[in-house]
């Protein structure tokens, strides 16, 4: 809450930390910038739910400040890395939990953080990365320019999808 900037990337999240956390990381933007990044919602699709509740968390984070919002990446993106930063020092996290209730509460997860000068450089240059690509390769995008698809709730397959117990070893 006290950080001026954050930058988060993870693979998941979860609608109801998510609506829990909202005023903090307004409250960050208004002081600086607010980057929420996930790696995995545009592959595996998304409920009708979380795609309301990162619609209105990006448009009410960029009406703070456009540096500020929702991005997707459209690789699989599974890492976590949580980047907080106040009055100029940095501090890093790097572990396995989502942006998730469970990621921080319920699953037993590890997180760490990174001291390390140098690493911290590399994780930098990663967020930058995913954020923005590099070298004429990018993988993250702004939320209003990704069409996130819902996940499909009559329970039936989608007839490209294949799952262990349809594949024949011959």
Do not use: W
Not at 9 to 21: Q, T, W
Not at 32 to 59: A, P, W
Not at 67 to 77: D, I, P
């Amino acid at each position: 809450e006290q950080s001026e900037h954050v930058e988060i990337a993870s693979g998941y999240f979860s609608v109801n930390l998510l609506n829990k956390l909202t005023p903090t990381l307004l409250a960050i933007a208004q002081k600086g910038s607010c980057k929420l990044l996930f790696g995995m919602i545009y592959h595996e699709r998304v409920t009708r739910n979380q795609k309301d509740c990162l619609s209105e968390l990006n448009r009410k984070l960029k009406a703070i400040s456009n540096e500020s919002g929702v991005y997707v990446t459209t690789r699989c993106y599974h890492g976590k890395i949580f980047k907080f930063k106040k009055e100029g020092r940095e501090k890093y996290y790097v572990g396995s939990s989502n942006l998730s209730s469970t990621g921080f509460k319920t699953n037993t997860e590890f997180n760490l953080e990174i001291r390390d000068p140098e690493d911290q450089t590399s994780i930098r240059n990663f967020l930058e990365f995913l954020f923005y690509g590099k070298g004429g390769k990018r993988i993250g995008y702004p939320l209003d320019q990704i069409s996130l698809e819902l996940k499909k709730d009559d329970g039936k397959k989608d007839p490209e999808e294949k799952f262990l117990k349809d594949c024949e070893i011959t």
